[in-house]
């Protein structure tokens, strides 16, 4: 393994620039963080339409049949 005393003095440079690009890209957590902002609410509607689609059918069902009942 080599020293870096032993390195050239661009590979100085060069690995300083690559662990400054790697630390925002750390520190910016890869995007996924972002990507969670967007998906989690996204999610939340959807789970909460689903519910309520599922409600109304149920509410509808329900009107169907008792609609039908009384008319016998």
Not at 24 to 40: K, P, S, T, Y
């Amino acid at each position: 393994m080599r020293r870096l005393s032993q390195l050239p003095s661009s590979f100085g440079q060069h690995s300083s620039n690559v662990m400054f690009v790697f630390g925002m890209v750390f520190a910016h957590q890869g995007g996924w963080d972002e990507i969670l902002l967007v998906v989690g609410p996204l999610l939340i509607l959807w789970g909460l339409l689903l519910l309520a689609n599922r409600r109304a059918k149920r509410l509808a069902d329900e009107t169907d049949s008792a609609t039908h009942s009384c008319k016998r």
